[in-house]
């Protein structure tokens, strides 16, 4: 009967609880459904430009799935590819083959060698056994534009890692800081003193952001001297991104934990605003998805501190290439503050 009573008591609570019902269901529904969109996306097939190859080449390298778009000539091979955003550029020269890869993403940069590799050997060995040498049969020489023949996804997915971990532990401390701050009824106190609401939100920015800072430096610089993550750019213009980054998650979570009754409800955020946020970050491509899910990728603050954060650390970018990242991240900031000056005046009584 003590157990029953027990049970009973647990049902009433979970069922009082409406916000935490609907996100003990509706989260893992969520998750799901991004997660079956993501990985069920379209495969793009990879943009080579040819210039210098016989046209029957090109033929085979269509027909081996890769889009291939002729050149006549090309006078910069890392701005064509660039500008005309392509995975690589193949180059038939004085008799040798050169491979100008991108390698924004390593594993597909890969793949897509070897598959040019092997269509033009096959491609040779029928030349040749037609009793035509006229093509030399010799290994394609390999450049890359960003990184090396070394380096692997860990060094294109660790700039977005660091951003991530400064959204989360930022997001987290100052959420369930500002909700400790009403529990305890010190922010009641506060709103009714003739305090404006903007001066407590400026108040509370300054206060957690100060260790949000500390935080922020601390992560950056772990990663880049203790871990050796790979570092193209200026270690500065990473500190700032970051710091951007931590201000969006900082007013973020203190809006949110406006709505949040508990350290348990504020918890239940996570799934919600965080998790959604890695899928759209870039470890994913998300040149395969639909439109409206490419549309969502753009109002996540993630994306554009990922963005930034590898163009900065893998691409060794300079802050005005990456500017338009950068003002998202402070509009997403500004948003969050003042809908925080909203948020705030529910609770003053007086």
């Known amino acids: 009967m003590r157990t029953a009573a027990l049970i009973k008591r647990i049902f009433q609570e979970m069922f009082r609880d409406k916000r935490t019902l609907a996100l003990l269901f509706v989260a893992p529904l ?89 269509t033009v050997s096959q491609f040779q060995t029928a030349l040749m056994n037609k009793g035509n040498a006229g093509l030399p049969k010799e290994n394609i020489k390999t450049a890359y534009i960003y990184g090396n023949s070394d380096t692997d996804f860990f060094d294109v997915l660790s700039p977005t890692l660091v951003g991530f971990f400064v959204f989360f532990f930022v997001f987290l401390i100052s959420g369930i800081g500002l909700l400790k701050e009403r529990t305890s009824g010190t922010l009641e106190r506060l709103m009714s003193t003739p305090i404006r609401r903007w001066e407590i939100v400026m108040a509370y920015l300054v206060g957690f952001g100060t260790f949000a800072v500390i935080q922020t430096v601390i992560v950056v610089l772990y990663a880049i001297n203790i871990l050796d993550m790979v570092l193209e750019g200026s270690i500065w213009s990473v500190i700032l991104i970051n710091l951007l980054l931590a201000l969006v998650a900082l007013s973020l979570g203190i809006l949110l934990s406006s709505f949040a009754a508990s350290e348990f409800q504020m918890v239940q955020f996570i799934p919600i605003a965080v998790v959604p946020q890695i899928f759209f970050s870039g470890i994913i491509p998300l040149n395969g998805l639909a439109d409206w899910l490419q549309a969502v990728a753009k109002v996540m603050p993630l994306y554009y501190a990922a963005d930034a954060l590898k163009g900065i650390m893998y691409k060794g970018m300079e802050l005005s290439d990456i500017s338009g990242d950068l003002i998202a991240l402070v509009l997403f900031a500004s948003f969050f503050t003042v809908l925080n000056v909203f948020a705030l005046k529910k609770y003053r009584k007086l």
Not at 91 to 102: C, E, F, G, I, N
């Open 30 to 118: 969520l998750i799901l459904s991004l997660m079956y969109l993501l990985f069920n996306s379209d495969t793009i097939n990879p943009k080579l430009g040819v210039t210098g190859a016989d046209h029957q080449l090109v033929e085979a390298l269509e027909k081996a799935d890769i889009h291939t778009v002729h050149y006549k000539r090309i006078t910069n091979t890392k701005n064509t590819i660039k500008s005309e955003n392509l995975d690589a550029i193949l180059q038939y020269k004085d008799s040798h083959w050169k491979l100008t890869l991108q390698n924004n993403d390593p594993t597909a940069a890969k793949a897509l060698q070897m598959k040019v590799q092997q």
